[in-house]
């Protein structure tokens, strides 16, 4: 009786299909879905940068006129 179940199984297991391959939409949507999460780019947080020191004010000119002496 044993070799005849080993025997019944064994047509069985050739003439039943194989398990269904992905389909190429699904291998592709993984591929993409994959190498978006790789392609993520984690940025650090900036801090914008001091602002600068302002200049100190220019020396105030005096305009110099010359007067002339009366003779």
């Given at each position: ?25 699904a291998i592709?949507k993984e ?21 600068k020191k ?18």
């Amino acid at each position: 009786m044993r070799n005849v179940d080993s025997w019944w199984k064994q047509i069985l297991k050739f003439f039943t299909p194989l398990p269904r391959e992905k389909s190429k939409a699904a291998i592709q949507k993984e591929i993409y879905e994959k190498a978006w999460k790789e392609s993520a780019v984690v940025l650090k947080k900036y801090d914008t940068p001091k602002p600068k020191k302002d200049k100190k004010p220019a020396a105030k000119k005096t305009k110099v006129t010359r007067i002339k002496k009366k003779k």
